[in-house]
Nanobody, 125 residues
Framework: VQLQASGGGLVQPGGSLRLSCAASGLTFSDYTMAWFLQVSGKEREFVAA????????YYADSVKGRFTISRDNAKNTVYLQMNSLKPEDTAVYYCAADRWGILSSIRSSAAYDHWGQGTLVTVSS
């Protein structure tokens, strides 16, 4: 299984970015997909997830109303549209895949079986 994240970069406060994560080596539509962020020296934090079938979405409170997670099962890709970015959104963003999608653990990094390499998002003027 490979997850290839892309789309990070430098953006000014209030700006937008769209992250992409292309998956291979798995039946993509069977997996719950998520984005986590990590700041140096801290644990990975949940950002957003989209379930494997119904496509229900879940968000951290800090990004609700600003970020949107979506998936394209035909392209084996999950996206994170990030709007109204703030300096505190600066982090390395990782995509992750979970075969089981258990709701009680959907926000836990321990639930995810596969991880991408991360893409750096820097929000600064």
């Amino acid at each position: 299984v490979q997850l290839q994240a892309s789309g990070g970069g430098l953006v000014q406060p209030g700006g937008s970015l769209r992250l992409s994560c292309a998956a291979s080596g798995l039946t993509f539509s069977d997996y719950t997909m998520a984005w986590f962020l990590q700041v140096s020296g801290k644990e990975r934090e949940f950002v957003a997830a989209v379930r494997y079938r119904g496509g229900n979405t879940y968000y951290a409170d800090s990004v609700k109303g600003r970020f949107t997670i979506s998936r394209d099962n035909a392209k084996n890709t999950v996206y994170l549209q990030m709007n109204s970015l703030k300096p505190e959104d600066t982090a390395v963003y990782y995509c992750a895949a979970d075969r089981w999608g258990i709701l009680s653990s959907i926000r836990s990094s321990a639930a995810y079986d596969h991880w991408g390499q991360g893409t750096l998002v820097t929000v600064s003027s």
